[in-house]
């Protein structure tokens, strides 16, 4: 990988976290200052459930650079790149998952059926997601093999 497409990538990832980090500040001082009653469990509901989907996101970006420092040093065909590639499988889908309960909540609230169905369709997006990261570490174990018999060869 070429180093611009390694510091494009790197902007990109800090946007995204910046993004993520401006969001989870909005998604808690907003509500709190427009609420006109007193908070109670649905509305913290409301306030972390989304705060956490953030937080998966970001965790994912923190992977994501450090399987693209792995990269740039040329030392990601190991096991330990494993353990970074599951965290970003996992941080999707439990960010999806968030996600979803949350439409699937507001819509039974708000009598919304097409934003349960549009949660479910997240929901089944975040499983998608995860497995295709699970395909995505087979393929880096068996590259990661391959290496090694080359390696032992030469």
């Known amino acids: 990988m070429t180093p611009v497409v390694i510091r494009a990538l790197r902007v990109v990832l ?3 976290g910046l993004a993520a980090l401006a969001a989870q500040v909005l ?15 649905l509305d913290v509901v409301f306030m972390v459930a989304p705060v956490l989907a953030l937080l998966c996101l970001e965790l994912g970006l923190v992977a994501l650079w450090v399987l693209l420092t792995r990269v740039e040093w040329e030392v990601i065909f190991d096991e ?6 599951w965290v970003i499988a996992a941080s999707g889908l439990l960010a999806a998952l968030l996600v979803a309960g949350m ?11 097409g934003l349960i169905l549009v949660g479910g369709g997240i929901g089944l997006l975040g499983v998608a997601f995860a497995l295709l990261m699970t395909v995505m570490l087979g393929l880096l174990r068996t590259a990661t093999g391959l290496r090694r018999e080359l390696e032992a060869v030469v």
Do not use: F, K, M
């Not at 998604?27 to 469990?41: A, C, E, F, K, S």
């Not at 330990?80 to 590639?85: E, G, K, P, Y």
């Open 80 to 85: 330990s790149a494993d353990r970074w590639v």
């Open 103 to 113: 439409a699937a909540l507001v819509g039974e609230l708000d009598d919304a059926p």
């Open 27 to 41: 998604l808690v001082v907003v509500p709190l200052t427009q609420l006109t009653r007193p908070v109670d469990g």
């Open 14 to 16: 800090v946007a995204l």
